[in-house]
């Protein structure tokens, strides 16, 4: 099986639509790069979103390796200018307690998390260990589908996953959910 490293964004600008990564984003994506580089990487895939592509791209430094964009790794929703903030935070409430809501812009949590799980049957084949750059949202999609949501802490469903921890995964078997120990 190949051992998939879902990685968190780094921290991102607080504003609409696809924003960069703060300084400490950077910061922390420079040390999940070097972790990432210890443990023997092979491959690098990422969401296309900005910030998902800045952190990947650390660790395409650290690595030697070449990103690829997935756009089944995108978030389940993104902020944008023509939404006002208590809707898109109502919608995104909507779609953790009702995983087949659809909300105005993005798609249902289980939609969201069918689409990660493709992305890792296609992967499955590259020789592991295999970085996924990836959001919070769409991660928590993926582990409700995998593991059920009564395995998942309560915080992490509706708190989101931190920024720059790291899901693993043995093929579709999760073995660690969430781990900032890197970043110690």
């Not at 703060?22 to 296309?48: C, D, E, M, Y």
């Not at 030697?64 to 109502?90: C, H, K, S, T, Y």
């Not at 919070?136 to 509706?158: A, I, M, N, W, Y």
Request: hydrophobic fraction near 40%.
């Amino acid at each position: 099986m190949t051992i998939f490293y879902l990685v968190q964004h780094a921290e991102k600008e607080r504003q609409l639509g696809d924003p960069g990564l703060t300084v400490l984003g950077r910061q922390h994506a420079v040390r999940t790069a070097k972790w990432l580089q210890r443990v023997g990487i092979r491959a690098v895939f990422s969401s296309p979103l900005r910030r998902a592509r800045e952190t990947a791209q650390f660790i395409t430094v650290a690595s030697g390796l070449q990103v690829q964009e997935d756009a089944r790794l995108q978030e389940r929703m993104n902020w944008a200018d023509d939404q006002p903030i208590e809707e898109f935070l109502a919608d995104w409430a909507a779609t953790v307690e009702d995983r087949d809501f659809v909300p105005r812009s993005g798609d249902s949590s289980r939609h969201a998390g069918a689409r990660f799980l493709s992305c890792l049957t296609d992967l499955a084949a590259e020789r592991g260990p295999v970085a996924i750059v990836t959001h919070g949202g769409v991660t928590v999609d993926l582990l409700r589908t995998l593991v059920g949501d009564e395995v998942l802490p309560d915080s992490l469903l509706h708190d989101g996953v931190p920024s720059c921890a790291i899901t693993t995964l043995d093929g579709t078997a999760v073995v660690d959910i969430a781990s900032q120990a890197h970043l110690q």
